[in-house]
Nanobody
Framework: QVQLVESGGGLVQAGGSLRLSCSAS????????MAWFRQAPGKEREFVMG????????YYADSVKGRFTISRDNAKNTLYLQMNSLKPEDTAVYYC????????????????????WGQGTQVTVSS
């Protein structure tokens, strides 16, 4: 079972940048597809970006296209989310998630596709 710990959140002005990290332990990181989700107060958890085990594919929500970049370093057991040109609507708790790709029938953009979750890190973008 893999444990996930996010870091790098904080308060930033609109137009600024942040880089989130998600450190994995307790499992073979390279065997998991990974993703970032976020949840704003009063809203459902929503998909942000994802990346496959082999880094062969990345996928993203339209709302972050051209602004966010996902990457992973399998040697360091770490997932990253580089967030540029931040907007107030990006304010949320950001979660990383890991999937064993076990064929649940859900889309990779669904929270149900993922088996493990971190505790989240707050990102606040001021206007």
């Amino acid at each position: 079972q893999v444990q996930l710990v996010e870091s790098g959140g904080g308060l930033v002005q609109a137009g600024g940048s942040l880089r989130l990290s998600c450190s994995a332990s307790g499992g073979t990181f390279s065997r998991y597809s990974m993703a970032w989700f976020r949840q704003a107060p009063g809203k459902e958890r929503e998909f942000v970006m994802g990346i496959t085990r082999s880094v062969s594919s990345t996928y993203y929500a339209d709302s972050v296209k051209g602004r966010f970049t996902i990457s992973r370093d399998n040697a360091k057991n770490t997932l990253y989310l580089q967030m540029n040109s931040l907007k107030p609507e990006d304010t949320a708790v950001y979660y990383c998630a890991a999937s064993r790709d076990s064929g649940t029938g859900y889309s990779r953009t669904s929270p149900h596709y993922y088996d493990y979750w971190g505790q989240g890190t707050q990102v606040t973008v001021s206007s």
